[in-house]
């Protein structure tokens, strides 16, 4: 019997009511699994031990982190984030169909922007109201009637997904702005490779790296100018960023300038790098900023972030902007809900993913259902992200479900709910042993001015470290694991 | 290169050269205290708070001096700016935002001695503080030998460079001006002591014998920090690199004329008035003018690169 297989009379991997990943029932392996499976159970709990310390002290000596910002530290944490070595596996049908859904989806909400700062179709149409247009708070006026490069609002998304009980994907979310994770992605894999040569050799699976030059001619696409060689440049917040270590990685790898505001002037209606050498002409930004920091002068006046006239420079069509500003506008949690109902409007089909459903809690028999069934909803405000301001019913307090009530009742319009999802389960590694954790997938899209959405093969899988927890966030203490899509 | 990378290399050098030379100074301090009578405990560590110029912000936190809160506060304290420890996370926290442009062999040296620090706690110290520093004067020299046998001879690796002598020039010159202060009115044989110990700071010890085997007097051990012109950790060979380095920048020809030759003349400067020093100025009292001077030289220096380098907002396009 190998080490990891569960023990007669007892069962360490309990299955539970939960579609798990990799064992179709408590006795087999699904068959996409058996390799790794094999393989897995072939170490001793030790050595298993001995190379999940090995990962984490490379990330750290890396620089492979993230940082916590806690107010009583003087100086923020960096944390690697937790990497799991059991890898997710897609098989090669399940990834065709995911992917179909995904450039579906991608590609009506991009029609939607484009329409939304338009000719605003679907609202005359009385598809979407334009109530939830006009009080939302990514709307940006300053984009309406604008032509962005190629019409692609979402250069970069990450779509959420999760398997329900039932063993079919659902839509969680819609991340249109500029979603984090491509570079444990990128990383993630490398690493594996680095550490498990055999695991990787001898399975066929489809490889991520070409995606990466996918990413840099997607950015290369949008530039205004004829130039052959277009400057490219990502614009962080700066190192004290949580996501630092990816725009660092991400710049790296593409070989793009990674700049801060400071780093950019705008004059006369163009924005341009400040070299030692002198000035050169940015033509392509790749911004990790909210659309709020962006500029000065069109947002936030008092942020330090941005770039003072980048917005002026974008209306004369000197610069491409990536993302466009004001993406936000399709990925609110409210409009969410109408995003199947976009699918149908534009591109005349029926989804191919669906949606969890969700109730509006500006609604008033929503609400009252809601309210009713609060222990087993969660409840999401429509503008945070990152698992905050996020109420599970099932793990709350009866304190916590009160004061949430209150919440909800005081400007319900700020709140969706939805139904307990049973996110499916995969093995992680759990002193040395084999342990189910629930877990979602976060895909990458990629589109540039023609329009067509690429789909990273596989994206990253996200895990609730917590045994029993739902929250797979890394800002909530939740892991990664590299996922594997079967060629 | 942004302007901004520019100054965060410079800085890189400045601070790994200043984590070395705390490491050395605190180091030699442990010769000191076997080879001259203190008269109070406390005034053993109040010295190494003072050769570091933090004796305000080490007061804010503490009340006495003892070895381990002056230890600790100076070698690991994040919240004490000018900390060993403060430097290497500064430096590290510096090259992590031009990581790309820089081999990653010193990425990986730079994120490991700040990794270590942090795990060293001031026990780790106390159980062995000759190792402990040694430790980190090695880093820092794996650090300056990656940088010196891999890095392109370009724009960034001049930064480092420039950073690192302008830092060593300015260094040297601190410990011997708190020498001659604090020594004007001992006898010859104390201020012998002192810089002795100076001497050793620098690991000079050596090299000084070689010149004035017979002759040492606390003028010659002046004379050789000075203005020696072949021992590398002197005020004037440190200036002699630091000029070459600031000359070899390959700036557009365009933006000539404006910070970059001030800078080049400035350096030329100092380094002239060094390399004319007469022997009457390094001793007596003249020498702590000489000192004055020269402090106020680098600080101008440091000034005018800033000006220069680091914070154009011209645009020429």
Redesign the interface.
Known sequence: MSKLDPLPGLSPYPLQHFYDEMYADERSIRPHYKHVNRMFSGMSPEELQLKQKTMQRRM????ITFTLYNPAQ??PMERTIPFDMIPRIIPKGEWERLEAGIVQRITALNLFIHDIYHEQYIVKDGVVPRRMIISNCYFRPEMSGLRVPGGAYVTTSGIDLIRHHDGEYYVLEDNLRTPSGFSYLFKGRSLMNQLFPELSLASSIRDVDHSLNRFLSVLRSLSPSRTKDPVIALLTP??YNSA?YEH?FL??QM?I????G??L?A?DH?V????????R?VDVLYRRLDDDFIDPLAFQPNSLLGVAGLMNAYRAGNIAIANAPGTGVADDKAMYVYVPDMIRYYLNEEPILGNVPTYLLSRTQERQYVLDNLNEMVVKETSLSGGYGMLIGSEASKEELADFRLKILADPVRYIAQPIMSLSRAPVLSGGRMAPRHIDLRAFVLMGADRKPHVIPGGLTRVAMKEGSLVVNSSQGGGVKDTWVMA | MLNRNAEALFWIGRYIERAENHARLIDVHYHIQQEEDFQAEGHKWSRLIDALGVRNEYLQQFEGFCEQDVLSFITLDLGNSNSLFSCVHQARNNLRTLRQHLPSELWDIINSFNLWLGEQSVADILSGPHQFYQQVKERAAMFLGAEQSVMLRGNEWRFIESGRFLERAENTTRILQAVTVSCKSKDINAIYTQLQAVLKSVSGYQAFRRYYADAMSPESILEFLIVNAYFPRSIRFSFHKLEEHLAKLQLDSSEKGSGHERVIRQAGKIKAELDYMEKEEMSGDLVEDVLQSLMGSCQKLGRTMEGAFFRREGVSA
């Open positions: 750290m000596e890396e620089g003087d100086h700066g190192e630092y660092a710049a790296q070989g300038h990674l700049v801060e400071r780093d002037v004059r163009k341009y790098l400040k070299e030692m050498n002198g000035m002409r």
